[in-house]
Nanobody
């Protein structure tokens, strides 16, 4: 099973940008679809974006479509989430997912 470590979260003003990274250990990364999810206080974890093993296919939640971009570098065992035009409602802990593996999460806070 993969082990996943996220980084790149932080505090940003509304309209700003952040890029999250998720580094995977294990040999299955390059053959696995990878996703990003988020969870706000008092809410269930929700889907944000997913990318197939080759990076040729991506899918986004309607709430982030056109603002967020998921990508991957299989040579670096890393998946990214570029987040632009951030809104206060994007504030959440963001989690990386691959198969049954989850990262520990990284906090993103967007101030108004």
């Amino acid at each position: 099973q993969m082990q996943l470590v996220e980084s790149g979260g932080g505090l940003v003003q509304a309209g700003g940008s952040l890029r999250l990274s998720c580094v995977a250990s294990g040999r299955t990364f390059s053959s696995s679809a990878m996703g990003w999810f988020r969870q706000s206080p008092g809410k269930e974890r929700e889907f944000v974006a997913i990318i197939n093993w080759s990076g040729s296919t991506t899918t986004y939640a309607d709430s982030v479509k056109g603002r967020f971009t998921i990508s991957r570098d299989n040579a670096k065992n890393t998946v990214y989430l570029q987040m632009d035009s951030l809104k206060p409602e994007d504030t959440a802990v963001y989690y990386c997912n691959g198969g049954t593996a989850w990262g520990q999460g990284t906090q993103v806070t967007v101030s108004s």
